[in-house]
C-alpha cells in the first residue's frame, strides 16, 4: 500500500513539474496566506499538527481529530485595497474514517473604471475568484507518517471573462512526538482549467513547499523553518535599481550567487507558547524582505508578528506582516470550538 502511495505521489510530481512563480500562472490568490497564524510565521508554515483547522487549507497532512468540531473565519485588508479571506470546518466521524475537512478561500479585487481603445468610459467592473475544498489525511499504520489530500474546486471572474478550475493539493507529514519534530512537504495547486477566460488554457500555480519545526525541550518556543517554492530555482528577480554603472556608461545588472538564490526560498519563524492560550508569533521571510525593500531605506521588509488569544471557546488571531514603505497587511481571525 505504501509504494503504491508513494509511485501515485512521485507520478504527480514528475508530470507537472516546471518552474512557476508569481505573473506565470493563473489563479495566483491559491497561493495566499491562509490564516493570521500562517502569516505571522512567515507565509508558508505547513508543519502545525494540533487545533488549527485553517491549516488544513494550505497542508492536507496536518488534518487531525483535534480539529473536530473547530470553525475558522480569516480575513485580511490586503494590498491596494484587496481584501480577501478564508473559513475552514472540520468535522470527525469516527476513529476509522478520521476527520474530514473542508474549506473556502475567496478573493475580491474591488470596483474598476472600464475604457475602450478610444478612451470611452465602458463603466465599472469587479474582479473575485474563490475555491471551495474538500480535504482528508491518513496516517500509515504503524508508522509516524502522515498522506492527505484537498480536492479544490476554483471559481474566478474578471470584468466579463470567467473561468472555473480544479485542482488537488499532496501533503505528507513526518511527526517524531519524542522529540516533538516535524517534517512536511506539501505539493500544491496540480490541475487544470475547464473553463478557460478567452480560449486558452493556463498553467495553475504549482507550488512545492517544505517545512521543518521542532519545539525546544527547555523552552516553551516552537521554531519554523519553511523552503517555499522548490519548483523553481533560480526564483530571484534582478532589482533594475540596484544595477551598476562604470566609467564607461556599461551597465552591469543585480547579481545574485547561490547562498542569495537559497536565502530567497527560506522562511524562519518562532512561536512563543504555543500550547498555551496566549500566543506570540514571529517570522523573517527572506525572498519578501529582498524583493520589496527600498535601497538606503530601512522598512523592516519581510517581518511579520502576531498574537493568539485563547477566551473559553473561540480563539482570536491577529497578524501585522511588513511588506514595503508603501503599504503592509494586517490579518484577523476567530475560530471557535462548537463541541
Not at 494550505?58 to 485595497?81: H, K, R, V
Not at 526564483?235 to 545588472?253: C, E, K, V, Y
Request: proline share 2%.
Amino acid at each position: 500500500m505504501l509504494k503504491k502511495i508513494a509511485t501515485i505521489f512521485c507520478l504527480f510530481l514528475t508530470t507537472t513539474f516546471y518552474a512557476q512563480v508569481g505573473g506565470e500562472s493563473t489563479y495566483q490568490f491559491l497561493n495566499l496566506i491562509a490564516s493570521p497564524r500562517q502569516a505571522a510565521l512567515g507565509g508558508k508554515v505547513i508543519t502545525n499538527y494540533d487545533y488549527d483547522v485553517t491549516g488544513g487549507l494550505f497542508n492536507p497532512a496536518t488534518i487531525n481529530s483535534e480539529m473536530d468540531n473547530q470553525l475558522a473565519i480569516n480575513y485580511s485588508s490586503y494590498l491596494g485595497g484587496i481584501s480577501y479571506g478564508s473559513a475552514a470546518y472540520a468535522y470527525t466521524w469516527d476513529r476509522h474514517v478520521q476527520t474530514l475537512h473542508v474549506g473556502m478561500t475567496y478573493i475580491n479585487y474591488g470596483s474598476f473604471e472600464g475604457y475602450d481603445l478610444n478612451g470611452v468610459s465602458t463603466g465599472s467592473f469587479t474582479g473575485n475568484e474563490a475555491a471551495l475544498s474538500a480535504g482528508y489525511a491518513y496516517q500509515i499504520p504503524f508508522t509516524d507518517f502522515y498522506l492527505g489530500a484537498n480536492l479544490k474546486l476554483i471559481t474566478s471572474k474578471l470584468e466579463q471573462y470567467n473561468s472555473i478550475g480544479v485542482a488537488t493539493d499532496l501533503g505528507a507529514m513526518y511527526i517524531n512526538e519524542r522529540l516533538e519534530f516535524q517534517m512536511a512537504l506539501v505539493v500544491r495547486n496540480l490541475g487544470t482549467q475547464i473553463v478557460t477566460y478567452a480560449g486558452q488554457n493556463e498553467k495553475l500555480p504549482l507550488e512545492i513547499n517544505l517545512g521543518l519545526s521542532q519545539t525546544l525541550e527547555n523552552m516553551p518556543l516552537r521554531w519554523h523553518l519553511t523552503f517555499e517554492n522548490l519548483q523553481a530555482w533560480p526564483i530571484r528577480f534582478s532589482n533594475p535599481a540596484r544595477a551598476t554603472t562604470d566609467l564607461d556608461g556599461n551597465q552591469t545588472q543585480e547579481k545574485v550567487g547561490f547562498l542569495g538564490e537559497l536565502l530567497r526560498h527560506t522562511i524562519i519563524g518562532a512561536e512563543l507558547f504555543p500550547d498555551k492560550g496566549f500566543n506570540i508569533r514571529m517570522a523573517y521571510n527572506f525572498r519578501r524582505a529582498e524583493e520589496l525593500r527600498i535601497l538606503e531605506q530601512r522598512n523592516f521588509s519581510g517581518l511579520s508578528f502576531g498574537v493568539g488569544i485563547k477566551l473559553n471557546k473561540t480563539r482570536f488571531s491577529y497578524t501585522h506582516a511588513r511588506y514595503s514603505g508603501a503599504s503592509n497587511a494586517n490579518f484577523f481571525g476567530v475560530q471557535i470550538d462548537l463541541r
